[in-house]
């Protein structure tokens, strides 16, 4: 029955990881919506989505021709 359970973890974390191709580990979605002509490369030919979080940048390969590593937006704190 263990092994049952833990090939069905298995089973949800490979096709929850690979639903999406935009991660932004630490940071929020709102933070990453660089749109695709204004993101600065923050990363390297080849570099890893984990590579790139590890640096605190978004990544996202779905737009080809752009950096896939990129430098987030910052938030701003409004203070009056």
Do not use: H
């Amino acid at each position: 029955m263990e092994a049952r359970a833990l090939w069905l973890l298995v089973a949800v974390l490979a096709v929850g990881s690979s639903s999406s191709s935009a991660q932004y580990l630490g940071l929020s979605e709102n933070q990453c919506a660089v749109p695709a002509k204004d993101r600065v490369d923050c990363g390297y030919p080849e570099v890893t989505q984990e590579q790139c979080n590890s640096r605190g940048c978004c990544f996202d390969s779905s737009i080809p021709q752009v950096p896939w590593c990129f430098k987030p937006l910052q938030e701003t704190e409004c203070t009056f």
